[in-house]
């Protein structure tokens, strides 16, 4: 152990990132903390000219490159590898925050669980499990050639807790934290014990994939939903995407270097509570 690094953990000088979901707005301030912190991030997405757009405001002895890809494309994956290997020489660290949800495989008064259909399923599925999983394969073989390095996946409250209604979306995320696990451990037995795997829980956040759950379409007061969330969030309020930042640079740093195979809530005290 350098004990050098624990007494700067989050200088990430040389770090060589590549994050999927980077534009999202969970994405975002990751992307920023990591370049304030001297890292130097490839953010995939499949619109290039808006992550560029938004990368070219970052300040930071780090840098970020936008790179076009769709984390369910293996080939684009490949060809985003190519760059990052041309651009950075190495990688080192993963972040897979892509995901989200789609309307029509979210129940509701006017589609029921019975109608609801394969193809809205099968995206929502496919996005938060295959575009977790796909990035794994293609970038983790770079962290194999070194034997070392961070896998670090973007789960979801919904995964320990499923709600109502979003059931395609509560089960993939319930398969990323199986896979998380799974991937820890394949990761250390197979390959390096230097390879670590986790992943963090977001519990509420306002984002545009579950604010037309959360909140009504005129004035932004809570709905029903909203409510009895806030009320079960001991903290009682939803969680600011900074709030993530803490967690995300922790479990990529070296003071979590005994740390893999974990799935990390951080959702204001949701899990916690009983609600009696």
């Known amino acids: 152990m350098d004990w050098t690094t624990i007494d700067s953990p989050f ?27 001297g890292a130097r991030v490839a953010v995939l997405a499949r619109n290039q000219a808006r992550a560029q757009e938004q990368i070219a405001h970052l300040n930071g002895p780090g840098r970020a490159l936008a790179i076009a890809a769709d984390v369910l494309d293996r080939a684009s994956l490949q060809q985003a590898l190519d760059i990052i290997s041309r651009e950075f020489g190495h990688l080192d660290t993963l972040i897979n925050a892509a995901g989200g949800n789609h309307p029509r495989a979210t129940t509701s008064p006017e589609l029921s669980f019975f109608d609801l259909p394969a193809d809205a399923l099968r995206s929502a599925f496919d996005l938060n499990l295959l575009g977790t999983l796909l990035p794994c394969q293609i970038f983790g073989r770079m962290l194999v050639e070194r ?21 395609a979306y509560a089960a993939a995320k319930a398969a990323v934290n199986s896979f998380t696990q799974w991937l820890a451990v394949h990761m250390a037995r197979q390959y390096s014990p230097r390879i670590r795997v986790n992943a963090v829980a977001p519990g509420f956040f306002l984002t545009e994939q579950n604010r037309f759950l959360l909140t009504q379409a005129e004035g932004g007061e809570l709905t029903a939903r909203g409510r009895s969330i806030i009320e079960h969030t001991p903290m009682g309020r939803f969680g600011n995407p900074e709030d993530l930042l803490g967690a995300v640079l922790w479990l990529l ?14 959702d204001g005290g949701f899990s916690a509570f009983s609600g009696v």
Do not use: H, K, Q
Request: glycine share 12%; net charge positive; with cysteine.
């Open 11 to 37: 200088d990430f000088t040389g770090r060589a990132v590549c994050m999927t979901g980077g534009t999202g707005v969970l994405g975002r301030p990751i992307v920023e903390a990591l370049v304030r912190r």
């Open 147 to 167: 034997s070392e390095g961070v896998i670090l996946n973007l789960s979801s409250m919904n995964a320990f807790r499923p709600l109502t209604r979003v059931v």
């Open 253 to 266: 740093s070296p003071s979590a270097a005994f740390i893999t195979g974990v799935v990390l809530p951080v």
